[in-house]
């Protein structure tokens, strides 16, 4: 690469320090109770954790791909339904991992201090009319590097050499746009920004400012120039993203699909499976006995499997992503060190055509209660994303949430008291989680208010 060769090391891994999607609406097949329709609306969710404004719609023929984020000009929060300021491609032909691509640099860019270029990610590929198991692609790890291009560059291409179906200029291009063209800064980049210390590469920022990153635009134009022969020859034997299946289970009577590893899909099915012995009901989860409990074997399992070594908490980005034809993704990307990375599929294990759920989550913890909330208390996507929520930290201390609403009601906090001496405040950033959902032919999202987003419908 030619241009902007020395950026690599420095813009596009703009902090050191300091800790998150969209979604293309799709048909259901032809097994469905309400038969074949074809829709041609997008959703997207996405912003995980903390996050800037950004809003990036992507046009693919008939496809729209939104990416859900704070307001960038109207300050509409509250509103699920609105239209900004964006940046668009438009062609032909694209699919769900063409969204997750595209989506994937242009929150490397707008979200400096939770991804980067040099990112560590994983993603989960999974077709709902084949019904096989997703693939996993794993990019994390020390042996996933080149001299050349940097780290999530690396796993995107391999990626796209594999499943991706336009140009990799037309997918690159857009984070490049909106590098030099510039955004609204974000009260928590800015938070973000002191509290890594990395005002050294930023200056002094103010929420509202607009800002703009020339040497970044010029390493993303390189890269999105780059012809495809010669990005792919840069994929070597020796540093090639991880190809795996991913691990199935069920719970609750739903697939739940997961990345095969002892450190994520497996200690997150161990806790599911010890909740699920408790045979909950709807009505159970009402009571404050439940989130005791819930808590309680949550707490077990990270004392048991070393979960604080193996996993590192954190914020990280999620893109999740479904097409027209039923291929949905999960992808997450994480800067600094290695973090538990958890894209999560779910399918009703009954109904072809019910809930089907695609997100992502930073933590055992988190995870348990986004899959619960779902699948147990039933709660749609919006409620079941912004349930109060517990941590396990360090020592397998309990950490409570304090500044979210809803919060846990009052009774709920004596039993918490009985597994920790005190609950302590979480710190915050708070992790968050986007979601995407469909149920027959009927999509839904939402984008966690704990990262600021907001889920656009088109």
Request: hydrophobic share 35%; glycine share 6%.
């Amino acid at each position: 690469m030619t241009t902007g060769e020395e950026n690599v090391t420095r813009e596009d891994i703009p902090l050191k320090q300091g800790k998150k999607s969209s979604s293309w609406y799709n048909y259901c097949n032809e097994d469905c109770l309400s038969g074949s329709k074809f829709l041609n609306v997008a959703f997207g969710t996405l912003t995980i954790v903390i996050t800037i404004a950004l809003l990036v719609q992507i046009y693919y023929g008939d496809y729209q791909v939104i990416l859900g984020c704070p307001s960038w000009k109207c300050g509409h929060r509250q509103s699920r339904v609105f239209k900004h300021r964006h940046i668009s491609i438009e062609k032909g032909g694209g699919n769900a991992v063409d969204a997750a691509i595209a989506s994937a640099f242009c929150l490397a860019v707008a979200t400096p201090h939770v991804t980067s270029l040099d990112a560590e990610g994983q993603l989960l590929i999974y077709n709902h009319r084949t019904r096989l198991l997703p693939t996993v692609i794993d990019f994390s790890g020390p042996t996933v590097v080149s001299d050349n291009i940097p780290r999530l560059v690396l796993g995107l291409a391999y990626t796209h050499q594999h499943y991706g179906r336009l140009a990799w200029k037309d997918l690159v291009q857009p984070a490049a746009n909106l590098a030099r063209q510039g955004y609204l800064i974000s009260k928590v980049l800015v938070q973000a920004v002191t509290k890594a210390k990395a005002q050294n590469l930023y200056g002094h920022l103010e929420a509202g400012q607009m800002i703009t990153h020339k040497n970044l635009s010029l390493t993303l134009e390189g890269i999105a120039n780059i012809p495809e022969p010669e990005l792919y020859r840069f994929i070597q034997s020796t540093n090639q993203p991880i190809l795996s299946q991913a691990l199935k289970s069920t719970f609750n009577n739903n697939n739940i699909y997961l990345p095969n590893t002892p450190a994520i899909g497996r200690i997150v099915m161990t806790n599911l499976r010890e909740i699920e012995g408790f045979n909950y009901t709807i009505a159970d989860t009402a009571k404050a006995e439940y989130y005791y409990e819930l808590a309680r074997i949550t707490q077990a399992v990270y004392q048991e499997q070393n979960v604080s070594e193996l996993f590192h908490q954190g914020t990280l980005s999620n893109v999740g992503v479904m097409d027209l034809d039923d291929n949905y993704v999960s992808l997450v990307t994480k800067k600094d060190k290695p973090c538990s990375r958890m894209p999560i599929i779910i399918t009703d294990n009954n109904v072809i055509c019910g809930r089907r759920m695609v997100f992502g989550a930073s933590d055992l913890a988190t995870a348990t209660q986004l899959v619960t909330s779902l699948l147990v208390a039933r709660k749609n996507t919006t409620d079941g994303v912004e349930a109060p929520r517990f941590y396990i930290i360090d020592n397998g201390t309990l950490a409570i949430e304090d500044s979210h609403l809803p919060a846990f009601d009052d009774d709920v906090l004596p039993y918490f008291q009985n597994l920790t001496r005190k609950p302590v405040r979480a710190p915050e950033p708070y992790p968050s989680s986007n979601i995407v959902e469909k149920i027959k032919d009927d999509l839904s999202s939402h984008s966690d208010s704990r990262g600021g987003g907001i889920a656009s419908r088109f």
